[in-house]
T-cell receptor
């Protein structure tokens, strides 16, 4: 049984470029979460969806960040334009009931 | 709002030593409590959970008891191994997960 799948695993880009991170949740899970992890700020919840609908995006740092979930098996987190301070590991997690969450392996983003 | 405070690291131990990582929480309701573990280069994995007061979660030799009176959920393991070296996160779930800052544990052979 495949877990949460994220792509790419590593992304290096230059400041000002658009970055798109992708996530495939575990089949049957109704909740999807996007997190960012940095040394300075730890693990931060950016946004979460329930049944493909964004429920809480209060953690999205600014308008440069956007997230979509067009269907139950796919979500994207986009940063446009990217900045060096966006460098972090971005995790996607899914859950069948908003209680226990299952994390993907993460995407390590480096913005030069 | 809800928050979690966990023991700062890093923690360095020898194999077979006893491990305790303290975790206390602040919550308005009665949230579920979790310990997640993150091995180097990987995502977080659920280690154990407890959903109500006095519940004990356990897995892989780790244990934690939900203590409502002290608002705590301390993680313990009686005899650690090198493979237990990781970052451990305490978390609570009211309607979304709130994580502690993480505690880095290194076990030396």
């Amino acid at each position: 049984d495949a877990g949460v799948i994220q792509s790419p695993r590593h992304e290096v880009t230059e400041m000002g470029q658009e970055v798109t991170l992708r996530c495939k949740p575990i089949s049957g899970h109704d909740y999807l979460f996007w997190y960012r992890q940095t040394m300075m700020r730890g693990l931060e919840l950016l946004i979460y969806f329930n049944n493909n609908v964004p429920i809480d995006d209060s953690g999205m740092p600014e308008d440069r960040f956007s997230a979509k979930m067009p269907n139950a098996s796919f979500s994207t987190l986009k940063i446009q334009p990217s900045e060096p301070r966006d460098s972090a590991v971005y995790f996607c997690a899914s859950s069948p009931n908003s209680d226990t969450q299952y994390f993907g392996p993460g995407t390590r983003l480096t913005v030069l | 709002g809800n928050s979690v405070t966990q023991m700062e690291g890093p923690v360095t131990l020898s194999e077979e030593a006893f491990l305790t990582i303290n975790c206390t929480y602040t919550a308005t309701g009665y949230p579920s409590l979790f310990w997640y573990v993150q091995y180097p280069g990987e995502g977080l994995q659920l280690l154990l959970k407890a959903t109500k007061a006095d519940d004990k979660g356990s897995n892989k030799g780790f244990e934690a008891t939900y203590r409502k009176e002290t608002t705590s959920f301390h993680l313990e393991k009686g005899s650690v191994q090198v493979s237990d070296s990781a970052v451990y996160f305490c978390a609570l779930n009211d309607y979304k997960l709130s994580f502690g800052a993480g505690t880095t544990v290194t076990v030396r052979a």
